[in-house]
């Protein structure tokens, strides 16, 4: 779908070089001769990164775990940044077949005010976090102004700041950056481009490379860090996983300034439709994408969010992992009183002591921010 009037089009190369690359990108075709000569490296090129995310990369998981856990433990040492998710709206003007937000789909809706969104910065903040995730759905009703008042309020309660909204313009990035953000995170869903046609039928986010291309225009409004993802079990999840990596790759080489970060979600089931499930990516596939990203990207930060059960988030940190969620509530007001549905059905419940005490128990430390500011 061609750009709507008022986005920005910053005439990118990047869109083109990923799509061609993942069109091209046949996993079937690796032997385990490629995968031996990508995890024997020190430094992946992309069709070694494609290598291991191929089935033939299947019988080398436990090397590719120590090799994993060896370049995570040299860059990021023994932290585990520990944040929460904020959903302060859930309207949204987008059909999205797989989004409990959908705009079509039946469930409560509603956007907190300055004094219900102060209670959920007042009880988040008892939990000794100073890292939030403001999220909304991707709707006008959320202006950018009020997600930039939003963002300025949060920062008087925690030291780092992201938000996961709508796609925006540079200078709209930059205004979010005045007002204390600190990265941003657009996930692509898809990189399938016939595929995420078919599941986002209505609303702005219909336009593939204007959300493509988010993650740039962030870097170019001022932001430190930008995070990518596919969700994966849209499509197919080895495809989704080589175009995220390689679109995260290619913006760091443009930007090598940047703080890059990784996501890794499934798909879950949303109200109104348990029956979404992530098809054939099963625990060992999404380990396997993580620590291919790990072995690509040994800078780049991993996150592995409440989609997943606590066993599987524990095991990840000792690999390959280096963020996670904790005391999440997916839904609007959930850290007061609730007054919006939940965007999907989160797995790992635990509350932030509990994350933190099993992340110690691990032999990590919680980290809740790094930063200084001057």
């Known amino acids: 779908m ?42 992946l090129s992309v069709r070694d990164f494609g290598a291991l995310l191929s089935p033939a990369a299947a019988e080398f998981i436990e090397d590719m775990a120590q090799i994993a856990q060896a370049k995570t433990r040299a860059k990021f040492g ?21 989004c409990g937000f959908s705009l079509h789909n039946n469930i409560k809706r509603a956007k907190l005010d300055e004094s219900q969104l102060r209670v959920e910065l007042e ?27 939003s963002c300025k309020i949060a920062r ?6 992201g938000v996961e909204i709508y796609p925006l313009n540079i200078d709209e990035y930059a205004y979010l950056h005045e007002c204390g953000v600190d990265y941003v995170n657009v996930y692509q869903e898809t990189y399938n481009l016939e595929k995420y046609k078919k599941i986002h039928l209505q609303g702005t986010k219909r336009v593939f490379p204007y959300r493509f291309n988010a993650q740039e225009r962030a870097l170019m409004g001022g932001m430190r860090g930008v995070c990518f993802a596919a969700l994966l079990g849209l499509d197919d999840f080895r495809k989704d996983a080589f175009a995220t990596g390689l679109h995260a790759h290619l913006i760091s080489q443009k930007y090598p300034h940047a703080e890059i970060g990784l996501s890794c979600p499934r798909l879950r089931p949303i109200i109104n439709n348990s029956r979404i499930n992530p098809r054939d990516v099963h625990e060992k596939e999404l380990l396997q994408v993580i620590m291919a990203y790990r072995l690509f990207m040994p800078f780049a930060s991993i996150t592995v969010s409440t ?33 919006g549905d939940d965007q999907f059905e989160i797995d790992d419940i635990r509350s932030v002591d509990e994350v933190c005490k099993s992340v110690k128990d691990s032999g990590f430390y919680p980290l809740m921010s790094e930063y200084i500011y001057v």
């Open 123 to 149: 009880n988040i903040k008892k939990t000794n976090l100073e890292e939030l995730l403001i999220l909304t759905g991707e709707s006008q009703r959320s202006s950018v102004e009020y997600i930039g008042k």
């Open 307 to 339: 989609r997943e059960r606590a066993g599987f988030r524990d095991n990840a940190i000792k690999i390959a992992a280096t963020k996670l969620s904790a005391g999440v509530s997916v839904g609007i007001g959930g850290h007061s009183e609730k007054t």
């Open 78 to 98: 023994n932290n585990i940044n520990i944040f929460t998710p904020l959903y302060i709206s859930n309207h949204c003007d987008n059909h999205c077949v797989y």
């Open 2 to 43: 061609a750009y709507l009037e008022g986005m920005q089009d910053i005439g990118s190369e990047i869109m083109d070089e990923v799509l061609a690359a993942r069109a091209e990108f046949d996993y079937a075709k690796f032997s385990k001769f490629d995968v031996l000569k990508a995890i024997e490296k020190d430094e």
């Open 156 to 161: 008087e309660y925690f030291k780092v700041i």
